[in-house]
């Protein structure tokens, strides 16, 4: 009587998960044989047996014998791996966002004994716990967690539901949410801002390609600058070293024209072509008077040509004469300076 109450009270509650959440997966693989005595036990099959209303053994695949009336098979145990659907239910999450959520609960039976006589229906255990383990997680994420998240979320209801269920005899082996529904206005929300996200990343990208842009062309200029100064460096450095052998040639081309015209005043007439050479440098000094400045100085006699040629050839004469004079007392020294047999010697030379 009260095996068949406990089984009358879990199809009750199977009718009304099954009105509340749709048709529920039978987990048996089949229905509870009679005893014949002799049984043949399905692979991935397990087969509790009482013996008086009492356990008595769990009957492995193949052949199996039991003893009439007194043995019954009281449960049928696949051993295979489960699939129940978990159905949609609602949740909150930490930013008290309302979501509709369901899964995929994958399960295997360990002991057939605890999944037998450690809770009256194991299906539907496993289903609430893994609904409010469901619920649990999700309210410790934010909205934009649970999307990221979704396998450390997975995970975590897993080690939950087996910390549960080991009394069961019952392995989970892995959930999946299958679809997280958000409402319309929180949808909405979600796309003005990842559109808002993208149009940030579009400005960002732009202004970074401004900013190389301004650094190639400022990077351009400074390059620019730089071998613009380089190129004058160089030019004034040519143009120096133009400049210092022009004055070389210029003075080298002097000194030639000096030597060229002392010995052109030592020859006969010399002293007459110089004053010539001054009378002309005269007449064409006074040709270009006030072409520069309007200030004028001009001596009393500028008529006086012959009178400034004069005065000119007696101080060039007075230089001349100034010139002869130190070089002789400049032999005169080192005459004295030498000893008194090559002074003599030398003296004898000179005459």
């Known amino acids: ?14 009718l009304q998960q099954s009105q509340r959440f749709g048709p529920v997966q039978q987990r048996w693989a089949s229905s509870l044989p009679m005893n014949t ?8 099959e397990a087969w509790v047996v009482e013996r008086m209303g ?3 053994r769990i009957l492995e695949p193949g052949l199996n014998f039991l003893i009439p009336v007194l043995d019954r098979v009281r449960y049928v145990q696949s051993l295979k791996e489960i699939v129940i659907d978990v159905p949609e239910q609602s949740a909150v999450s930490l930013d008290n966002v309302t979501l509709q959520i369901d899964g995929v609960l994958y399960l295997r039976i360990l002991d057939p004994f605890k999944a037998s ?8 255990a496993v289903t609430q716990l893994a609904q409010t383990t469901m619920r649990s997680e999700l309210g410790k994420l934010t909205l934009d967690k649970v999307f990221r998240e979704r396998e450390s979320l997975n995970s975590n209801i897993v080690h939950s539901i087996n910390q549960a269920s080991d009394e069961w005899g019952i392995r989970c082996l892995r959930y999946e949410i299958k679809d997280i529904s958000v409402p319309p206005r929180v949808k909405e929300s979600m796309q003005m801002q990842v559109e808002a996200e993208r149009k940030k990343r579009a400005t960002v ?7 190389e842009s301004a650094i190639n062309v400022a990077e ?3 390059q620019a600058q730089i071998l613009a100064s380089e190129g004058e460096k160089a030019e004034q450095i040519n143009k120096a070293a133009g400049e210092a052998q022009a004055v070389l040639a210029i003075a080298e081309a002097k000194a030639k024209a000096i030597r060229l015209l002392s010995e052109a005043l030592t020859e006969q007439n010399g002293n007459a072509a110089a004053s010539l050479s001054v009378a ?6 006074f040709s270009n008077l006030a072409k520069q400045t309007n200030t004028v100085l001009l001596p009393s006699n500028t008529g006086d040509v012959t009178g400034m040629v004069t005065q000119a050839m007696t101080i060039y004469s007075q230089l001349a004469k100034t010139t002869p004079a130190g070089s002789s007392a400049a032999a005169a020294e080192e005459k004295a300076e030498l ?4 002074a003599s010697a030398e003296e004898q030379r000179t005459e």
């Open 1 to 14: 009587m009260l095996a068949r109450a406990t089984r009358r009270h879990s199809a009750c509650r199977r």
């Open 205 to 211: 990208l732009e202004s970074e390609g401004t900013r």
């Open 339 to 342: 000893p008194d047999g090559l």
């Open 37 to 44: 005595v002799v049984l043949f036990v399905p692979q991935q």
């Open 54 to 56: 009492r356990y008595h």
């Open 280 to 285: 002309e440098q005269y007449v064409s000094a």
């Open 220 to 222: 351009g200029r400074k």
């Open 117 to 124: 006589y450690g809770v009256e229906d194991p299906e539907y």
